[in-house]
């Protein structure tokens, strides 16, 4: 049984960082490419950045690209999402999602196996 699982979320001005943190169990770790998508309030999840196995590739969402930095550490099974200078539209509910199956991790989310409860990030104006 593979269990996903964030922290780090909370309110944080606007201009501030935050520092989401994702452990993965279950399974080696460097198993699995590791991505992070968001869902805002009545609109659909849209992803945010995803990481490769080995962690030599990263790729991002235009909205977040050049603020986010999307980061793993497989010796401690964890994934993280540094969010800096912060947007009010960046408030939204964070989702880990891990990938097991071979092949590009890509943006969908139909694109990943196993996903977390999510974290709340607010950010106020």
């Known amino acids: 049984q593979v269990h996903v699982v964030e922290s780090g979320g909370g309110l944080v001005q606007a201009g501030g960082s935050l520092r989401l943190s994702c452990a993965a169990s279950?399974?080696?770790?460097?198993?699995?490419?590791m991505g992070w998508f968001r869902q805002a309030p009545g609109k659909e999840r849209e992803f945010v950045a995803v990481?490769?196995?080995?962690?030599?590739?990263?790729w991002y969402a235009d909205s977040v690209k050049g603020r986010f930095t999307i980061s793993r550490d497989n010796a401690k099974n964890t994934v993280y999402l540094q969010m800096n200078s912060l947007k009010p539209e960046d408030t939204a509910v964070y989702y880990c999602?891990?990938?097991?199956?071979?092949?590009?991790?890509?943006?969908?989310?139909?694109?990943?196996?196993?996903w977390g409860q999510g974290t709340q990030v607010t950010v106020s104006s």
């Open positions: 279950g399974r080696t770790f460097s198993s699995f490419a």
């Open positions: 990481i490769s196995r080995s962690g030599g590739n990263r």
């Open positions: 999602a891990a990938r097991e199956r071979i092949g590009v991790p890509g943006s969908r989310a139909d694109g990943y196996d196993y």
